[in-house]
Structures are given as C-alpha cells and as structure tokens.
C-alpha cells in the first residue's frame, strides 16, 4: 500500500528565510504527489502536484517541490518565507492500487511557524 | 455559491444520538470524499463514492453510513454518535482523472 511520511511535526523558520517541509513517500510504480495547505479553520487548499516531467513543480503562492525518485522524497520549499505562509501543510499520494479512482492517501501534516 | 459546501460547520449532540452532516458541490463532480482530521492521524478517510449510487469504504467507515442519490450530494450519518467521533470532518471532491481534491471548508462536531 502507499503511504507518505511528514518526518517534521512543526518547522519554524524566520521571516525571509527559506523554508523546506519534507515529505517521503512509499508506492509501487511511478508516484502521483501533492501538497496541500491548511489555514486556521478552513478546509485544505492545493498548492501543487507532481505527476510526471520536470523534477521541479512550482505552484500557487511562491510555493515549489522538488521530486527526488532516488531519495523517495517531494520536499515543499519556498525561497524566501512570509508570516502569512505559517498553517499545516499536508502531503499526499494518489492510491496507485486497482479500483482506487481518485483516493488520496494523507501524512500527518506539517506544522509551519513563521517569525518575525 | 459555486464551489462546495458543508453544514452544519459546528455540531454539538449527545452520545447514542444519530447526526448527518451535509455537503454539497456544484462541480458536478463524479468522485466525492469524507475524511476526520485528528490531531496526530492528519486526515483519514471514511467513505468515497466513485458516482451517483456508488460508494466504498474507506480507512475508517465503522459507525458511518453514506449515501448518495444525486451527483452533487453526498451526507455522512452518525447512526449513534460516540465520544471518538469528535472530529472535524471534511469533504471534498473530484473530477476523475485529474487526482486533485477540493475541500469544503469542515464541520466541527463534539459529541458529549
């Protein structure tokens, strides 16, 4: 079965620095990724996904991940952070098993603070 | 509204006492979700359904029954809610092949 490990229960970072979350993932055959983002009392938002191509997906908000086939790792990372990116990031695989449609399967999220 | 939309967002019932929870999406979307976001378990899935009138369990469907008779909606029933299904739930949707989910935006729900 596939699975995705967020190693990182918090990451805090200062305000202009750059900031990675990591997430590792384990699948059979070529995997289908996301991240999400969620905000105080909203629901998950998408923020990019990594389907095949460019080892490099950039998404909404200044947000970029990097596919590493070798490492088995889809680190989410930002350049250069902002207060307002603080929130529980989540990683995600698509369930690669017969019959599973659209199922995504979650990690346990990733609580980013960003300081001042 | 397009979009999709859950309610009620905040529920409080009592133990033994049976509770739906609404969502809705205007996307006409054939696959819909619901998961339960708890602390340290990150989201969890209780059912999905594929179509109108086709459903299947998830990680975690014991004590939930779903329907769903029309595309566009699709409740979640607490036949006799218990104290472990304090939760937020969430829904979400999508359209097939494409893998990516859009969420409403939760119901919190306490059961006392």
């Known amino acids: 079965a596939q699975s995705v490990a967020q190693p990182e229960d918090q990451v805090n970072v200062a305000e202009g620095n750059p900031l990675t979350v990591k997430c590792t993932y384990s699948?059979?055959?070529?995997?289908?990724l996301f991240w999400y983002v969620q905000y105080p009392n909203r629901g998950l938002q998408f923020l990019l996904k990594?389907?095949?191509?460019?080892?490099l997906v950039k998404g909404s908000y200044g947000f970029e991940a990097e596919f590493n086939k070798s490492q088995t790792s889809f680190h989410l990372k930002k350049p250069s952070a902002l207060v307002s990116d603080s929130a529980l990031y989540f990683c995600?695989?698509?369930?690669?098993?017969?019959?599973?449609?659209?199922?995504?399967?979650f990690g346990t999220g990733t609580q980013l603070k960003v300081e001042l | 509204d397009a979009g999709i939309t859950q309610s009620p967002r905040y529920k409080i019932t009592e133990t033994g006492r049976q509770v739906t929870l609404m969502c809705h999406q205007t996307?006409?979307?054939?696959?819909m979700f619901w998961y339960r976001q708890d602390l340290g378990h990150g989201l969890r899935l209780i059912y999905y359904?594929?179509?109108?009138?086709?459903?299947d369990k998830g990680e975690v469907p014991d004590g939930y029954v779903v329907s769903r008779s029309k595309t566009e909606n699709f409740p979640l029933t607490l036949e006799s809610a218990t104290r472990s299904q304090t939760s937020v739930y969430f829904c979400?949707?999508?359209?097939?092949?494409?893998?990516?989910?859009?969420f409403g935006p939760g119901t919190r729900l306490t059961v006392l």
């Open positions: 979400a949707s999508s359209a097939p092949g494409d893998y990516e989910q859009f």
């Open positions: 699948v059979s055959g070529n995997p289908y």
């Open positions: 990594y389907i095949t191509g460019d080892n």
């Open positions: 995600a695989v698509r369930d690669m098993n017969t019959g599973g449609g659209n199922k995504l399967t």
């Open positions: 996307w006409s979307h054939s696959y």
């Open positions: 359904s594929a179509a109108a009138d086709i459903t």
